[in-house]
């Protein structure tokens, strides 16, 4: 079977004033179809460069990222990008902004309605779909935001450190949330995270990274069974691969902990 995302050989120099700056030196990685795929490793070694590459977002100076078989060109439908940021628009409601991604794509309004209350149901958010976004928890902008990438149905969901900025309840339930929604719909997924634990409870693979160049290090295989629930983060298997992970990314040399 092919791979739904391939990294091939990709290098990322950013050109600074008198210099340039190696974000990525020669990464190779490739994603099965409706695998989960976690990315760690400390701040500035280039996971979000890597995210942004598959996304279409910034183009690789050397290698080549290819989704579904081809070439990575810039952002399209069939993958769909969640931030730490909630980027959603100020001026529109939690539907609005739910639908926006599906005008953008042509559905019809009668589906766009349709679909947009599905995944806005899905996030729990049915109570606030008339809401404007300043009104809203941050939990709560960013399952909107979730909902929104949800909405237009892309193959590969690409996901920058997703739940970084909230607390840590709502956080574990949109880890649980997201697995569910994951074992449903096998979408592949790439989820960007600096927390060990998120990245050891969602995927099927962790992949760490290190800085100076931005590099593969370490691939840590998941073997947990899903569903996930509470209870696996209790196990000795989580506790093994959770340690097995946390030195990989802080037995870096040179890195600063
Ligand atoms: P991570 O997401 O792992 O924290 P990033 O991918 O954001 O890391 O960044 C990797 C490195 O590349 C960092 O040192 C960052 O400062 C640098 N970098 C990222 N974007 C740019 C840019 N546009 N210009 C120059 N340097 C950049
Ligand atoms: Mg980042």
Redesign the pocket.
């Known amino acids: 079977m092919s791979s739904a995302i391939s990294i091939r050989e990709v290098g990322k120099v950013?050109p600074?004033k008198e210099t340039t700056?190696t974000?990525l030196g020669n990464v190779d990685l490739e994603v099965a179809e409706s695998e989960f795929v976690a990315i760690v490793?400390p701040?500035?070694?280039?996971?979000?460069?890597?995210l942004n590459i598959v996304a279409g977002l910034e183009h690789p100076t050397t290698g080549e990222a290819k989704v579904g078989g081809k070439p990575v060109q810039g952002p399209g439908p069939d993958r769909g990008v969640i931030f730490q940021q909630f980027a959603l628009f100020p001026w529109l409601t939690v539907r609005k902004n739910v639908e926006f991604g599906l005008r953008t794509a042509g559905v019809p309004k009668q589906e766009r309605r349709k679909k947009a209350e599905h995944f806005i149901e899905l996030v729990g958010l049915s109570q606030f779909a008339d809401a404007l976004p300043k009104t809203l928890s941050g939990g709560m902008k960013q399952r909107c935001a979730i909902a929104r990438a949800y909405a237009v149905d892309p193959q590969i969901l690409l996901m920058d450190e997703p739940f970084g900025a909230l607390d840590s309840l709502t956080r574990v339930r949109l880890q649980e949330q997201l697995l569910q929604t994951w074992s449903r719909d096998k979408r592949t997924v790439m989820f960007?995270t600096h927390d060990v634990d998120e990245a050891v409870f969602l995927a099927n693979r962790v992949v760490v990274?290190a800085a100076n160049p931005?590099r593969i290090v370490e691939i840590v295989d998941v073997a947990l069974p899903y569903p996930r629930t509470e209870d696996v983060r209790l196990g000795p298997e989580f506790a093994a691969l959770r340690n097995r992970v946390w030195s990989a990314v802080h037995h870096q040399e040179g890195t600063p902990s």
């Open positions: 950013f600074l700056f974000a490793g701040s500035g070694c280039g996971k979000s460069t890597l960007v990274m931005g």
